[in-house]
């Protein structure tokens, strides 16, 4: 088993900064990859960014290039998202994943732990 726990959530205001970060502890895999996602409420969970086993890798959602950026830190099994010029619709709970492999991956069924999530709120 994978346990998968964030911080770094809470209220700010549009334009503002959060860092969110996400540790990893348990059986986990050699490689694995990391991504974060998010839901809104009444809304599905969507993708926000991804980062490759060395960190070369990164994919993100459209709605978020440029503004986010994911990064890890494999000695202390954690993954990082920085979030800048924050906007109200970003609001939502972010989860952070962890898959088996080496490449980004997008797709939410490919990741195989999932943590408990942390509340973004963003303020207009």
């Known amino acids: 088993q994978v346990q998968l726990v964030e911080s770094g959530g809470g209220l700010v205001q549009a334009g503002g900064s959060l860092r969110l970060s996400c540790a990893a502890s348990g059986r986990i895999f050699s490689n694995y990859r990391m991504g974060w996602f998010r839901q809104a409420p009444g809304k599905e969970r969507e993708f926000v960014a991804a980062?490759?086993?060395?960190?070369?890798?990164?994919n993100y959602a459209g709605s978020v290039k440029g503004r986010f950026t994911i990064s890890r830190d494999n000695a202390q099994n954690t993954v990082y998202l920085q979030m800048n010029s924050l906007k109200p619709e970003d609001t939502a709970i972010y989860y952070c994943?962890?898959?088996?492999?080496?490449?980004?991956?997008?797709?939410?069924?490919?990741?195989?732990?999932w943590g408990q999530g942390t509340q973004v709120t963003v303020s207009s």
């Open positions: 994943a962890v898959a088996d492999g080496r490449w980004t991956t997008i797709v939410a069924n490919e990741y195989n732990y």
């Open positions: 980062i490759s086993w060395s960190g070369d890798n990164t």
